[in-house]
Structures are given as C-alpha cells and as structure tokens.
C-alpha cells in the first residue's frame, strides 16, 4: 500500500506525542504521589511526636486501659488510627479496634525501625482495617530504654482520592496539549507534504511530455531550492528536447532525400525505419513492421545480416532487388541492438563497366585481324631485300608487334573478368613450372641466367584453374627475365597450413619504394622506354593480381634497387 509522505510525518508526530505524553503522565503522577506520601508522612511523624508526651508516662506506668481510652479519644478526634505497640511487639493501645484481640506486630517493617531507633514507615494493607495504609512510627523511649512504638496511621484511600481527582486534571490538561500538539503537527505535516506531493504531479506531467511545467515555491528551505532546481532542470531538458527534435527533423528530411535506400532493422529483422527512397526499391510504401525477408528475397542479405549480428561489424554485399544490383551496406548498432541497411543502386555502373569491358573486349578482337595482316604484309616485305625500306620496316614490325602484345592482353584480361568460375583441377605445380621454364629456356641461355626451382618431389597437388596458373607465372617468369641482366631467377614453393605459399624471385634491376604500391595497376610502367623496349604492356601485373584473386589468393611485392625483386603469392590449397 502507498503511504503519503503526510500520513507518514503526521503518524510520527502522532507516536511520538502520545508516548511522550504517557511518559510524561505516569512520571508527574508518581513524582506527585511521592510527594504526597512524603508530606503526609512529615506531618504524621510530627504528630506521632506530640502524641508521644501524652502517651508516654502512662506506658511508662503500665497503665494500659488508660492508656488505650485515651488513644482512642485521641484516634476519634484528630481522624487518625492510633497504635501503641509494646518492644516485643504485642499491642498495648489502638483507637480503632481492642488492643488484645489483635496479632503480634513484632514483624511489621515500621515497627522494626522504630525500635532501632529510627522513624519507621510502611505503606501496607491492613488485614486488622482491611484497607490500604500508611504507618509512621516512632520509639517511645525514656533516656536508652525503648518502652514502646507508637504508631499512627492513615486510610491511604484518602490520598488515593485526592489523586484521583489529580490525575483527571492532569489527563484533561494532557488531552489538550495533545489536542493542540497534533493539530500543530498536522499544519506542520501538510506544510512539508504539500511541496513534496507538487513536485510528484509535476514530475508525472513532465514524464509525460509536459514540460510547461513550473513549481511556485517561496519557501527558502531545502524543499524552496528543490522546486528551483527541478523548474531549471525542466527548462534544460524542454532546451534539449526541442534541440534534439530540431535535429531529428533535419535528419528525417535528410535521410528522406538521399537517394540510397536506408532501413532500420531491429535484431530479429523487423522493419523499424526506412526512407522512401528504400519503399521505391522495394516497391512498397507501407514497410513499417514488416520482415526485411517479405521484401527482399535475397540470401546473400539473408547471409550478412546474420554475419553482422554476430560480429558486431559493418560489411559490404552485392545484391539484386527488382532485377536491379544495389551494394548493401549493413551495421550493427550494438547499443540499441539494431541493425542499418544502406543500399546504394549500381545497376548503371555496373551496366556501363560491362559496355566498357565489352568494348574493349570487341576492340581488341577487331583489331587482332588487321594487326595480324599488317605484320604479315611486313614479313612479306621484309623479304624483298630493300636496304632502303628495311629500316622504316623494322619500325613498323616493331610497333606491330608492340601493338598485337597489348591487344593480346587486353583480351586475355577481357576473357578473365567475363568468366570469372575457376575451372578447377588437381595441379602439380612442379610439372606445371618445369612446363613453363622449357619456354624460356632458349632466353635464359642467351641471357646467361640461371633458373631454381626449389620445391619437395612429393609436393600434393593443389585445387587450382591450371591454364589460368600458367598465365600467372609466364607473366611472372617473363617479368623476371625482361628485368634480370644477370644472376637468375628462383621459385620457391612451400605449404603452409591448408595454403601453398609461392614466391617468384630475381636478381634484376628491382623496384623504388614509391611504384610498389602502383604496379599491379592496369597500363602501369615504372620506366616508359624499357617497358616498351622489353615489349611490355604494363597489364601483366595486373592479370597476374587478377588471377590470384579469382583463386581467393594473396599477392605481394617487394623489391630493393639494383637489388632484385620478390613476388608472393598464397594460394588456397
Ligand atoms: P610490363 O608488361 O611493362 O612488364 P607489368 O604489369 O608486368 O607490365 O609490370 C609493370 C611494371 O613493373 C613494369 O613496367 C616494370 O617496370 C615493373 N616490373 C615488373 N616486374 C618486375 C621485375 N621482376 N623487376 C623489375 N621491375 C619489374
């Protein structure tokens, strides 16, 4: 059950009033009953000393009925029980009953200290009266000699009444102090709730989307300073929130008028946010709610975002929606556990690299026949022996010749993107480069070079596309040999792991630091003249790095200057 903060100050105030009160009332009332008994036992005492003078020649004497008329006349007139007690403790005299029909009062406390000397008191019930009573006695003695206790008493039901009427005072007094004290408490409660249960409505309508709200406090207490903080804590955050909703517009219009497709998606794929430019792609304007799978059906997307929520990375996927291609990608935010999809249309880049690829594909095919021709024609005029033409002859061979090279590449390289399935088979690498080696043997001769091939006899054989591997290392070997004037060039071939670790070295000319970078690029050329000189193309290179890549291999360079150079390659096994 909720307690209000004011029934929880006011029910301690209640508490706290009432036991104090109590507290207060049972300490009054026996502090003024001690008081009461105290006084009454002075002034009894002091009677029993008067009474004393009378009473004792007549003990002294024996004089006992005497004696006894005489307490009894005394009893009757001052109101008080009047008891004459022999030291053995038999009584002598009693205003209120005959002397000798009563028991022995040796035992009784007051008795006892009145014969030793003292003023015995006691507060007792009479078994002889039959009531409660206060006893003061004294001893009655002459010189040293104890002659007797006399003892006077009091109806303790007297006391007991005036008391009473005390106590119904004092409780009427202590009902209107508690009257009063609650009354003040309840102000005082309220006081402190009130402030308290303002500030909770004013918080709820804040939590609500209020932020109008404003607490007017004057009090200068800690509750004042509360309801100041909170008023400039609502202005803060009514600031923040009309800046973030400033903000989220200008996103909103923003994100609504890129072209790429955005959605949102939370872990299980559900569609929590997207720009219109993504209900286009998918033909669909009510996506709100709905699967990204009852959309796109894709399983390469299918396929990434399962990898992303995993990985807690972003990637990258090429995919086709509507039969058009977008790159799709996708991040996780692992904070809100969502996940962002971009896709970004390619359909006409891709259709334009595939007219530029088809074009140069063409290009190259036209131009194979004519070229073919004309180095033919040459040939034929070569033969005809004239020391004059001969010259210009040469030229134009050379330039053909140049000419059908880069044509050749061009439409090697043509066919590699267009079919880029791997024909797979078992390679033996070893054959494979001795194969390749017999080619360049006559090369190798004329340049006095040595050849290496350091590779085990029971090297296994690799899952590779043989005729694509060759072209990789004719390019590779015929590299090395065009930049190699003396020393060789070494293969090495090693297994690491589950991959076939390749590398093609020479002692030629090498590479500056600042081309490395730039070499497995199409048409590029460290020195212009010498390439052209050699017969290269600057496309070697570059279908090398294409036929490690359509193998899912790795390929890297490193040369020093006069030094040779180093190709690596780490083919999947
Ligand atoms: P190219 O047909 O001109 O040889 P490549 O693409 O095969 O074209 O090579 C690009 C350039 O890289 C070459 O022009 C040459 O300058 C440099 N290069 C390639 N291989 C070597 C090598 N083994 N030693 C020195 N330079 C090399």
Same mark, same amino acid.
């Given at each position: ?14 508490l ?52 006894d ?14 008891t ?9 005299a009693? =205003? ?11 035992t009784?406390l ?24 206060? @006893? ?11 002659l007797?206790v006399?003892r006077?008493s ?48 004013a ?8 932020f ?6 004057k009090r ?30 200008a ?14 998606l ?31 059906? =894709? ?6 975002i ?18 058009r ?9 692992? =904070? ?17 690299t ?17 070229l ?19 010259h ?21 390289l ?15 690498l ?14 190798l001769?004329?340049?006095?070079? @040595? ?32 930049y ?32 490395? =970078? ?5 048409? @590029? ?17 570059a279908?090398?790095?294409h ?18 150079s ?8």
């Amino acid at each position: 059950m909720k307690r209000s903060v004011f029934f929880k100050i006011f029910s301690g105030y209640l508490l706290i009033t009432l036991l104090l009160s109590v507290l207060i009332l049972v300490f009054t009332f026996a502090t003024i009953k001690d008081h009461y008994i105290q006084t009454l036992t002075n002034d009894l005492k002091n009677l029993a000393t008067t009474l004393k003078l009378k009473v004792t020649p007549l003990v002294r004497e024996n004089q006992f009925d005497k004696l006894d008329t005489l307490v009894k006349e005394l009893g009757a007139e001052i109101g008080t029980r009047i008891t004459i007690i022999a030291p053995d403790g038999m009584v002598l005299a009693d =205003s209120e009953k005959d002397p000798k029909a009563m028991e022995n009062h040796s035992t009784r406390l007051e008795i006892i200290q009145a014969l030793e000397g003292k003023t015995g008191k006691s507060i007792r019930f009479s078994r002889t009266i039959k009531e409660e009573m206060l @006893y003061v006695a004294i001893p009655i003695n002459e010189e040293d000699a104890v002659l007797g206790v006399l003892r006077v008493s009091l109806f303790l039901s007297e006391i007991n009444g005036l008391l009473n009427n005390l106590k119904t005072k004092i409780l009427q007094i202590a009902i209107i102090i508690i009257a009063v004290s609650l009354f003040v408490a309840a102000i005082f409660s309220k006081s402190l709730s009130k402030p308290i249960g303002e500030l909770v409505n004013a918080s709820h309508r804040v939590a609500a989307g209020d932020f109008d709200v404003m607490i007017l406090s004057k009090r200068k207490d800690e509750l004042g300073e509360l309801a100041e903080s909170f008023n400039y804590m609502v202005t803060q955050i009514k600031k923040l929130v009309t800046e973030l909703s400033l903000e989220k517009e200008a996103l909103n219009i923003i994100i609504a008028s890129i072209q790429e497709g955005i959605v949102v998606l939370d872990k299980k794929g559900k569609i929590l946010l997207s720009n219109n430019s993504f209900g286009k792609i998918v033909n669909n304007t009510a996506v709100k709610g709905k699967f990204y799978w009852e959309l796109i059906r =894709s399983l390469k997307l299918g396929k990434l975002i399962g990898n992303i929520g995993r990985e807690n990375t972003v990637a990258n996927e090429e995919i086709e929606i509507n039969e058009r291609n977008y790159i799709c990608s996708a991040a996780f935010l692992s =904070s809100a556990e969502q996940i962002v999809l971009t896709l970004h249309d390619i359909t006409e880049i891709l259709q334009v690299t595939k007219m530029k690829k088809d074009f140069v594909a063409n290009v190259s095919h036209e131009l194979r026949t004519p070229l073919t021709a004309i180095k033919g024609f040459v040939e034929t005029l070569e033969q005809e022996k004239n020391v004059k033409t001969k010259h210009y002859l040469d030229i134009i061979k050379r330039h053909t010749d140049r000419l059908i090279n880069i044509v050749q590449d061009l439409q090697l390289l043509s066919e590699l993107e267009e079919k880029e399935n791997l024909e797979l088979e078992n390679v033996n690498l070893q054959k494979l480069v001795n194969n390749i080696f017999k080619m360049f043997n006559q090369r190798l001769t004329e340049k006095n070079l @040595y050849f290496k091939l350091n590779i085990a006899d029971n090297f296994p054989v690799i899952r590779a596309d043989s005729f694509k591997l060759e072209q990789m290392f004719i390019n590779l070997i015929d590299n090395a040999l065009k930049y190699t004037e003396k020393g060789g060039i070494t293969i090495t071939v090693d297994q690491i792991n589950s991959s076939v670790k390749i590398g093609i070295e020479d002692t030629g000319i090498g590479i500056s630091g600042e081309h490395l =970078s730039r070499i497995f690029e199409r048409f @590029y050329v460290v020195d212009k003249s010498r390439s052209r000189k050699m017969g290269g193309t600057g496309l070697g290179l570059a279908i090398v790095k294409h036929i490690v890549q359509v193998h899912k291999g790795e390929i890297k360079i490193e040369s020093k200057v006069n030094k040779g150079s180093k190709v690596t390659i780490i083919l999947p096994r």
